[in-house]
């Protein structure tokens, strides 16, 4: 997580890129539910289990969902799984977890049923409470700072090689992105150890890809669209000289 490692003292210093965008991507604040039930009683109902809202209740009041999706087991045990996130999660982490708690079944229950309620087991984590997260589910970088510290996310500083979901460069802030980005730094130590055990194939989209082997997008440029630019820079300078000599006259 860029918070943390802002926080270690690093001897040398890293680079103030490095420094400077590690302080500004900070981590979101998230709620993470998991609720188990007897049943898949929204399943039975012809639901997914699938809910996305801005949290706004039937009655008008502020509620905690964010989204909810179905988190039943291979197994078959039936669960639901949540986030309360960004504002919604800076208001009811303020409350007890009880009221969070039935605010959340509550909030279900007006997009699933009544059954909702009726669970056998309600946990959650307050990612922001924990000291080697401070949040989540992602630390993006503040408005206008990728404008000047772009270097510091990835690339390593002597021996020192950063990875995290962050600095992927697909699925950024889940697991996929995690995995590509260990991936992506365990080839670059191996390539700094033994650059002759790596492949030019495999350095891309690493600190030490060649840049011959970034993919160049090229701008085709298809010959029917250059005769319709020309036609019609023609057709208008036409019409320019046509009011130019209009003008003309009537000044005349």
Known sequence: MPQQTASVQFNPSLPLEKLELFKRMPAGCIVKFIITYQNTFWRDAGFS???VTCGR???GEDGPLGVVFDATSPNGNPALVGFVAAKQAVKWS???ASKRKAAVLSAIA???GPQAEECLDYVEQNWGEEPYTL???VSPATTGCMAYFTAGLRQPFNRIHFGGTESATVWCGFMNGAVQAGTRTAIEVLYHLRPQAVAT???KQSAYCPASTWPQK???VKRHKILK???GFGVLTCLALVARRAYIKYID
């Open 49 to 51: 289990g699938e809910i």
């Open 135 to 137: 949040g989540g589910p």
């Open 110 to 112: 007006e997009f699933l």
């Open 57 to 59: 209740t039937k009655t």
């Open 229 to 231: 630019w020309t036609l």
């Open 218 to 220: 090229k701008r085709k």
């Open 94 to 96: 303020c409350d007890e």
């Open 201 to 203: 194939e495999e350095l």
